[in-house]
T-cell receptor, first 117, second 115 residues
């Protein structure tokens, strides 16, 4: 399977614990995105990388959230001191930035469902 | 940021055409119209996009109004597998013609397909 993969698929944690999610994009995709989706809502943008550079962060990304893409391949999203409000599906997507005027659709992974007790 | 308005839900019968509307009255000249869909328990997937002209691909057709203030996603023959949430998204490509990063999703339209 050459699609976007995410690990773990499900995570249950207690309030106050730290959690880390991993995303492996499609090989050679230079852009990687993180989104969060709560029940009944569309995904909300969190942040995105072009290669290893984090180019944009949403105001949703509080100080407890940090994302990295150290070698421009896989990415991790860490949430420190989790709160019940962090319970959501965390989606990763990747795309290939082409030249000017060329479209770069985003390919999404299956998501990591986080439940904070 | 330009917003889109979609009906909360729609229903269709299998093998019938489905027309999913989207209003985007504040669209700018550099906004592309994108459609993604999200099947149950999956991440969203790209369906189609367009700027001014109608577009066709293997999944669907996109009809864009002449004033670009609305568009319609057309599934020519709905199948049970097309039951999903359909998102209409505007995305600015800027003066240079390169699409920018994030997708801004609304709540989308929940499509139910009856056998």
């Amino acid at each position: 399977d050459t699609g976007v993969s995410q690990d773990p698929r499900h995570k249950i944690t207690k309030r106050g614990q730290n959690v880390t999610f991993r995303c492996d994009p499609i090989s050679e995709h230079n852009r990687l995105y993180w989104y969060r989706q709560t029940l009944g809502q569309g995904p909300e943008f969190l942040t995105y990388f072009q290669n290893e550079a984090q180019l944009e962060k949403s105001r949703l990304l509080s100080d407890r959230f940090s994302a990295e893409r150290p070698k421009g391949s896989f990415s991790t999203l860490e949430i420190q001191r989790t709160e019940q409000g962090d319970s959501a599906m965390y989606l990763c997507a990747s795309s290939l930035r082409r030249g000017q005027g060329l479209y770069n659709e985003q390919f999404f992974g299956p998501g990591t469902r986080l439940t904070v007790l | 940021e330009a917003k889109t308005t979609q009906p909360n839900s729609m229903e269709s019968n299998e093998e019938e055409p489905v027309h999913l509307p989207c209003n985007h009255s504040t669209i700018s000249g550099t906004d592309y119209i994108h459609w993604y869909r999200q099947l149950p328990s999956q991440g969203p997937e790209y369906v189609i996009h367009g700027l001014t002209s109608n577009v066709n691909n293997r999944m669907a057709s996109l009809a864009i109004a002449e004033d670009r203030k609305s568009s319609t996603l057309i599934l020519h023959r709905a199948t049970l597998r097309d039951a999903a949430v359909y998102y209409c998204i505007l995305r600015d490509v800027g003066a240079g013609g390169t699409s920018y990063g994030k997708l801004t999703f609304g709540q989308g339209t929940i499509l139910t397909v009856h056998p």
